[in-house]
Every structure is written in structure tokens, then in C-alpha cells.
């Protein structure tokens, strides 16, 4: 007995006739639905929804983080001055000591 490939697209019985029609209709419809009220329906897709949650919010986290943030670093300028008189008392006094007043400006990395 040769096995036909299953392809999940396409209907299983004849849709150019009334009846292929009809089967696949009533193949693919759950007629238990029609007796539910529309409070139940919505706990169901309520609970598709909240299901499928946790995997969405975990991929876009994943690529933001692989996308955004390498962009974000090419697009803000991460070397950044401040004056030497704005520095706390101690790291001042000790960058005075060094180089004198001939610096002015201290350059250092944001970072992330």
C-alpha cells in the first residue's frame, strides 16, 4: 500500500461539487460551538491568546536585543567629556597633581 503525501492546505474531498463542499464544511466546522455561549468562546480565545504570550514577548526581547542595541551604539556617540572642575573633589585634586592645568576635559566611554 503506497502512503500519499499529506498536505494540510488541501481539502480532502472535491470542491468543485455541492457535496466535496458540504464534507469539507462540516469537516472543518465544530458544530458544539453553535450551543456555546459567546462567554465561553472568548475564555477559549482568551486562553490562545495569554498561551501564546510568553514565546512572542521572548522573541522580540531576543531581537531587539540582537538588532536594536548594535544599532543603538552605531547611531548615539559613545565618547563623551566632562571639565575637570566638574569631577568630584579627590579624582580632581589627583588629575591636578599629575598633569597640572593643561587638562581641561576628561574623555571617557558611556558604555551601554
Same mark, same amino acid.
Request: proline residues 5%; positive net charge; hydrophobic residues 45%.
Given at each position: 500500500?503506497?502512503l500519499r503525501s $499529506?498536505?494540510i492546505?488541501? !481539502?480532502?474531498w472535491? *470542491?468543485?461539487?455541492?457535496?466535496? @463542499?458540504l464534507?469539507?464544511? $462540516?469537516n472543518?466546522t /465544530?458544530c458544539?460551538?453553535?450551543?456555546? !455561549? /459567546?462567554? @465561553?468562546l =472568548?475564555?477559549?480565545?482568551?486562553? @490562545? #491568546?495569554?498561551?501564546?504570550?510568553? !514565546?512572542i *514577548?521572548?522573541?522580540? &526581547?531576543?531581537?531587539f536585543l &540582537?538588532f536594536? &542595541?548594535?544599532?543603538a551604539?552605531?547611531? $548615539? !556617540?559613545q565618547?563623551?567629556?566632562m571639565?575637570?572642575s566638574?569631577?568630584?573633589p /579627590? %579624582?580632581r585634586d589627583s #588629575? @591636578?597633581? *599629575?598633569y597640572? =592645568?593643561a &587638562?581641561q576635559h ?5 558604555? %551601554?
Amino acid at each position: 500500500m503506497a502512503l500519499r503525501s $499529506f498536505d494540510i492546505d488541501a !481539502p480532502r474531498w472535491d *470542491q468543485s461539487t455541492f457535496m466535496g @463542499r458540504l464534507k469539507h464544511f $462540516f469537516n472543518i466546522t /465544530d458544530c458544539r460551538t453553535a450551543i456555546l !455561549p /459567546d462567554s @465561553r468562546l =472568548d475564555e477559549a480565545k482568551a486562553l @490562545r #491568546i495569554t498561551y501564546l504570550h510568553g !514565546p512572542i *514577548q521572548v522573541m522580540m &526581547v531576543g531581537v531587539f536585543l &540582537v538588532f536594536m &542595541v548594535p544599532a543603538a551604539c552605531s547611531l $548615539f !556617540p559613545q565618547r563623551c567629556s566632562m571639565a575637570v572642575s566638574k569631577l568630584e573633589p /579627590d %579624582l580632581r585634586d589627583s #588629575i @591636578r597633581s *599629575q598633569y597640572g =592645568d593643561a &587638562v581641561q576635559h576628561v574623555y571617557f566611554n558611556k558604555g %551601554l
